[in-house]
């Protein structure tokens, strides 16, 4: 049964399914399943995803399952394509439930943007929302790490899995590795998302990723759905006049997928991958991380 589970998430995934239909699956499975049965393993393996991550795709169809049912709807009326406004949008519901059907209802037609959910949280939220920036924050680089992660095997290959750089002092803390199936370190990436949670000028620390570029195989900047295409041009203008050659750029929609609009261009640099541990010991934010894993 695990085989079988595994190859429909593996296979959901590598076809570039919309988050519902891998939490669809893994519901199904979990809700037939004996009590205490350890899917986790098999579904993070499958998916590349974390656990945590697939958890909240299953509690996001089980709150939108309710609020259909509440409201008369038929069953998968209320699947938005794309899974960070979905969460936004619920969480919208819980503070005002007509505020909230309406967004849910315009981004399952794709009428409403990450944008438009920030302007009616602010306006159902108050004062809250500024506390709730944090919350926000952590919704936005979930979803574009997931991105990052279905990207991984185009740009690297078959195998290549990404996870979060551990975060380090005087680099930009949004990082991300690229591991092969052998666990070696193929490339890197560091993310940049838009204003007002980082700032006015989201690539003020491009600089920061063309030297880390020269630590690694491969490396990308990777534009988070609230930049637009414009500022992705501007990212290569930047990259060239920085001399960065070695670094691509990838703009990450807000309707998924992904656009490349640079790659970054081989050289015959040194291997530095011991440099790029060095700097993860003694630099990183985490103290006394040990690390291991270099190519």
């Not at 959910?117 to 929302?129: I, M, P």
């Not at 195998?159 to 930009?172: D, E, H, K, L, M």
């Not at 052998?182 to 620390?205: E, K, M, R």
């Amino acid at each position: 049964m695990k085989k079988d589970l595994e190859k429909r998430l593996r296979e959901a995934r590598e076809t570039g399914q919309p988050w519902h239909v891998v939490g669809s699956i893994l519901q199904e499975w979990t809700a037939t399943q004996l009590h205490g049965t350890n899917v986790w393993p098999v579904a993070t393996k499958a998916t590349d995803l974390s656990e945590l991550m697939l958890r909240r795709y299953i509690a996001a169809l089980d709150r939108l399952g309710e609020i259909e049912t509440s409201h008369a709807l038929p069953p998968a009326s209320l699947l938005p394509p794309t899974f960070g406004p979905t969460e936004l949008a619920i969480r919208l519901y819980g503070r005002d439930p007509v505020a909230g059907l309406k967004a849910l209802h315009a981004l399952k037609q794709r009428k409403m943007t990450l944008r438009d959910l920030r302007v009616e949280l602010r306006k159902s939220e108050g004062h809250a929302y500024e506390g709730n920036r944090a919350r926000e924050r952590t919704v936005l680089v979930a979803t574009c790490t997931e991105a990052i992660s279905i990207q991984a095997k185009k740009l690297f290959g078959r195998g290549t899995v990404a996870q979060r750089r551990p975060s380090i002092q005087y680099f930009n803390t949004i990082g991300f590795e690229f591991r092969n199936s052998q666990g070696f370190i193929v490339g890197g990436a560091d993310l940049y998302v838009g204003s007002p949670l980082y700032g006015s000028n989201p690539l003020s620390t491009i600089a920061q990723s063309v030297l880390m570029a020269t630590y690694l195989p491969a490396y990308y900047i990777f534009l988070g759905p609230e930049l637009r295409m414009s500022d992705a041009e501007h990212a290569v203008r930047v990259l060239e006049v920085l001399q960065g050659r070695s670094v691509g750029v990838v703009l990450l929609p807000e309707e998924g997928g992904a656009v490349v609009l640079r790659r970054p261009e081989s050289s015959r640099k040194a291997d530095r991958a011991k440099d790029y541990l060095s700097i993860l010991e003694h630099l990183s934010i985490e103290r006394g991380r040990t690390v291991t894993g270099a190519a």
